[in-house]
């Protein structure tokens, strides 16, 4: 019943090109389906990893399979400077809430001295 020899299964280099292509056109959610079935496959596939991490839907799922790549090959490039970058803006946003929450409470302490001063004001005005 063979057919000349050939599987009709693709492996799973046929199925990292695949995903690649899939991505690449745009069908993010087709691309994570192929990237998937790779992993199910080969669980140590840092390429398909590296896939699922630029294909992720949030910051979360993203970490989580970068670091999953560092595991895998502590030194890979990819993988550490995408999660440096990461690193950096959750930095980013941490300092600008820091700033804000400074900004914020510098105003409410210049509102009550403005109120206490108009309360002592208005109490020790003759009548």
Partial sequence: MDSGGESKNPNLEDLMRLGANTAKAGNRDNARVIFRQVLAADKRNVGAWLWMASL??????????????????????????????????????????????????????????AVGVAVFVITRVPR
Wanted: charged share 30%; proline share 2%.
């Fill in 56 to 113: 992720a839907e949030n910051d979360i799922d993203r970490r989580r399979y970068y670091e999953t790549v560092l595991k895998l090959n502590p030194n890979n490039a990819t993988a550490r400077k995408k999660l440096s970058e990461m690193d950096r803006t959750v930095q980013r946003g941490e300092n600008a809430s820091v700033r804000l929450g400074i900004i914020i409470l510098v105003i409410l302490v210049v509102a009550v001295v």
